[in-house]
């Protein structure tokens, strides 16, 4: 399905049936990314997965890829879908827009997982290394930087044992166009310090690291969850930041834990 949001026409699909959840995948790739958890849980609730904005299929749009802009596509795809509220599950930049989305539509939300994500502001050095990476992207094109970036995302244990992972990323990465990369690069840079937005969280709240992300370390996960009151935290051995892809049986079920949660006590 594709939606008019702003100036970009974003794509989502829709799969199984029941209660909804929206899976927000990470950068650089695509709702691809939830292919094994969604075969798992779409026996049991109805799974909205959509591309973000510039990547996948979904078109970037003009300038930054920012969290407002993210945050706004989310709602038209949802009301596209029919979804009025909704359980939201974000990895990495799915995380970082949605801190945004809780700002503006928190009626929405009947629970929310942080993925594999950061609260804080992007630091000094963040910043310019996405800009130096965007500044690389159009001079060099997207296949050098998703070279570099994808082995990044991915634990030490799976890039070992499972390089096929390794392989499924990139693929996946390279269906997005340069403009698109850079969008999201740049719209990342700019993206807001949501750590005060955590003491706001008023519904369930679930937050799932890796034990070897470097980009969303362990230590990050549990600043977060200590942020918010009555908030769950699940780590996943030897995992990286795309913990979801590396260990979807184990991340599915944690999530499936966490939904049936909210089911007993909505």
């Not at 879908?81 to 995380?95: C, L, N, Q």
């Not at 918010?228 to 979807?248: C, D, F, T």
Request: glycine fraction near 10%; include cysteine.
């Amino acid at each position: 399905m594709l939606v008019r949001s702003g100036d970009a026409d974003i794509f989502y699909e829709s799969q199984g049936d029941g209660a909804p959840v929206v899976l927000l995948h990470p950068f650089p790739i695509h709702h691809g990314f939830w292919q094994q958890v969604s075969q798992i849980l779409s026996a049991q609730y109805r799974l909205i997965l959509p591309d973000l904005r510039g990547l996948g299929v979904s078109a970037p749009g003009e300038g930054p890829a920012t969290m407002d802009k993210h945050a706004e596509d989310l709602r038209r795809v949802c009301d596209d879908a029919r979804v009025g509220k909704a359980v939201f599950v974000g990895v990495s930049i799915g995380g970082y827009l949605l801190f945004e989305f809780w700002r503006r539509y928190r009626d929405r939300a009947l629970g929310l997982a942080f993925c594999n994500t950061r609260a804080g502001a992007e630091t000094d050095e963040g910043k310019k290394g996405r800009l130096e990476a965007a500044q690389k992207i159009e001079e060099r094109g997207t296949e050098q930087f998703v070279d570099g970036l994808i082995p990044r995302l991915i634990g030490e244990t799976t890039r070992r044992n499972r390089p096929d992972i390794v392989d499924e990323a990139r693929r996946m990465a390279l269906v997005s166009t340069g403009k698109g990369l850079i969008a999201n690069q740049l719209g990342m840079a700019e993206r807001p310090d949501s750590m005060p937005t955590l003491a706001t969280i008023t519904v369930p709240a679930l937050f799932i690291g890796g034990t070897e992300d470097v980009g969303a370390p362990p230590s990050e996960i549990e600043r977060m969850h200590a942020s918010v009151r009555g908030s769950k935290m699940r780590m996943i051995q030897n995992a990286g930041h795309y913990a979801a892809m590396e260990r979807p049986e184990e991340f599915a079920d944690i999530l499936r834990e966490f939904l049936v949660g909210l089911q007993h006590t909505g």
